[in-house]
Structure formats: C-alpha cells, structure tokens
T-cell receptor, first 114, second 113 residues
C-alpha cells in the first residue's frame, strides 16, 4: 500500500528566504507526482505535475524535483512571500491497478513572516 | 475555461439524514474523483467514475455512494449521516489518460450536528 509522508508538518520562515518542502513515498511504481497548494477552507490548487520519467519541473519561483528510485520529491520555493503562506500537499498517482486515485501526504503548513 | 464546480459550498445536516453533493467537471474531462478531507485523516479517496462507470473505490462504508451522468457530472450521496462524516468533500476531474494531472473544485463543507 502506497504511503506518502511530508516533513516537516509545519514551517515558519521570514520573507525572502528560499525553502524546500519534502515528500517521500514508499512505492516507486508511480505514473506521476503532483504538488498542490491549499488555502484555509479552500480547494486544492495544482502547482506542478512531474511525470515518472522526468527529474524536475519549474513554474516561476517554484521548482519540483523527483527521484523515483529513492521515493523522494522536493518542492523548492525561491524568495518566499507572505502570499505563499498555505498548506502544501504532494500526491502520487500509482502505476498499474488503482491508478485512478491519488495518495496524498498530510501536507506541510507554511507560514511566511513579513 | 471553467474549472471544477461543486455545489453547494456549505451544508449543515442532522445526524441520520442523507445528503447529496454535486460536481461538474471541466468540459472534456470524463474522469471524476471524490475525496474526503478531515483534520485527522487528511485527504482520503472515496471513488472515481469514468463514462458513468465506477472504476475505483476507496475504503469507505456503503453509506457513501456516487454516480456519474452522461454529461460527466457526478453526484455523491451519504446516507444515515454520522457526526464523523463532517468534512470537506473535494471533487477532482482529469482527462482520461494517466499522464495528466487532476484539477480540484473548491469543495463542499459538510457539517453534521
């Protein structure tokens, strides 16, 4: 059974700092990994999607990497801003049977202090 | 391009009642999934529909059911509500191939009293 872990559960940084969020998964047989952002009481906003054959994806100040063999992904946020404060979730889409569902981590709650 | 639309946004129900939640996917997306989010358990998969057929189901009791219509809109139903069913219910849609990601709606906040 796929398990996804995100460490740390919460992170507080001063504005302008670069930061890394971590995601690990137990089964490397995945189609892709997706990073989401969730603001309090809201739905999920997709940030980046990395296919299993890719090593990284970039969008603006965000860069996500994937090391499928070791079961790890990182989300790098450059020059953090108070508007980046949110909960960040990673989710894996398993390969083979059951590929029609995502398995989520519990998230990292990020606070960027002005 | 319209996103995933979930209605209603908020619901308050009494224990024992039943509830129906609705989800309209992005135009052209034929796969619709449902997730339950609670503070304790995080996001948990409920079920997924494609072309009116349930392809996958999570580990939830039979009180949770769903369906998909020919226009890809989906509904989920929870019968005999329990206090523990209070949660944010999220719907996601995706194109039919596995190489694409999911787009989520804003969710329906269900409170059972």
């Amino acid at each position: 059974k796929q398990e996804v872990t995100q460490i740390p559960a919460a992170l507080s940084v001063p504005e302008g700092e670069n930061l890394v969020l971590n995601c690990s998964f137990t089964d490397s047989a995945i189609y892709n990994l997706q990073w989401f952002r969730q603001d309090p009481g809201k739905g999920l906003t997709s940030l980046l999607l990395i296919q299993s054959s890719q090593r990284e994806q970039t969008s603006g100040r965000l860069n996500a990497s994937l090391d499928k063999s070791s079961g790890r992904s990182t989300l790098y946020i450059a020059a953090s801003q108070p508007g980046d404060s949110a909960t960040y979730l990673c989710a894996v889409r398993p390969g083979g049977a059951g590929s029609y569902q995502l398995t989520f981590g519990k998230g990292t709650k990020l606070s960027v202090i002005p | 391009k319209a996103g995933v639309t979930q209605t209603p946004r908020y619901l308050i129900k009494t224990r024992g009642q039943q509830v129906t939640l609705s989800c309209s996917p992005i135009s052209g997306h034929r796969s619709v999934s449902w997730y339950q989010q609670t503070p304790g358990q995080g996001l948990q998969f409920l079920f997924e529909y494609f072309s009116e057929t349930q392809r996958n189901k999570g580990n939830f009791p039979g009180r949770f059911s769903g369906r998909q219509f020919s226009n890809s809109r989906s509904e989920m139903n929870v019968s005999t509500l329990e206090l523990g069913d209070s949660a944010l219910y999220l719907c996601a849609s995706s194109p039919p191939t596995v190489n694409y990601g999911y787009t989520f709606g804003s969710g329906t906040r269900l409170t059972v009293v």
